[in-house]
């Protein structure tokens, strides 16, 4: 019930409209599309939405679905199309998006494996997720000090890599990437690390992985 109750009012988590947010998921978005993984992507489901960081900033042309359980953050969310639903059971077609984008979510799910052979099956050509790389010295202090945080300590790039074999998907692209913290970074600060090379191997904050769908 704590965290139920912690995700349903918001968590700690700025807005998406704040100016780093916006830098740290425009970082992002970019990143996606100059390495092809936007390529022929029309529409997203982004699964875990939240407040909307991982919805609001893709290019114009893409149609975004957000989708929550928690219905607090979810009502925050600056997107159109917003669903709430567990991650287990997505109230779409087979192959219903382009794209599934997943950012942060599994590491706070009790079952990622079953959350991911649902995201493969509404994707018509790929998952896209990010999750925190715990060797990082911040998600390490995040991890150890957060409950809501805790289990990102599992998320080495092996572990990750198995949660997808697990859910019969296959691993395209696994890097490691990112400076900036969007909760919790100063704003001068994030000015300055945008500028810097997004993808940075061992202490970057995140792991990208683009995943195939099983059937293909």
Do not use: K
């Amino acid at each position: 019930m704590q965290q139920r109750a912690f995700w349903e009012t918001g968590g700690i988590y700025r807005p998406s409209d704040h100016p780093v947010v916006e830098l740290f998921a425009r970082q992002r978005v970019r990143f996606l599309a100059d390495a092809g993984v936007l390529d022929g992507v029309r529409s997203v489901l982004d699964v875990g939405a939240g407040t909307g960081f991982s919805s609001a900033y893709y290019p114009p042309g893409v149609r975004v679905v957000a989708c929550d359980y928690a219905g607090g953050m979810l009502e925050r969310n600056p997107v159109r199309e917003r669903v709430r639903c567990s991650a287990y059971a997505l109230p779409f077609g087979s192959a219903a998006f382009d794209a599934v984008g997943c950012w942060e979510l599994l590491h706070h799910l009790d079952d990622p494996v079953a959350a991911l052979r649902e995201m493969g099956r509404v994707a018509r050509r790929r998952v896209v997720l990010f999750e925190p790389n715990r060797v990082n010295p911040g998600h390490l202090y995040l991890g150890l000090t957060r409950a809501e945080e805790r289990q990102s300590l599992r998320f080495s790039p092996g572990h990750l890599r198995r949660l997808a074999r697990a859910a019969g998907a296959r691993v395209v692209r696994h890097v490691r990437c990112g400076l900036l913290f969007p909760n919790v970074t100063p704003l001068p600060l994030a000015r300055l690390l945008v500028r810097l090379p997004f993808r940075v191997p061992v202490v970057a904050i995140s792991q990208l992985m683009v995943l195939e769908p099983a059937r293909r």
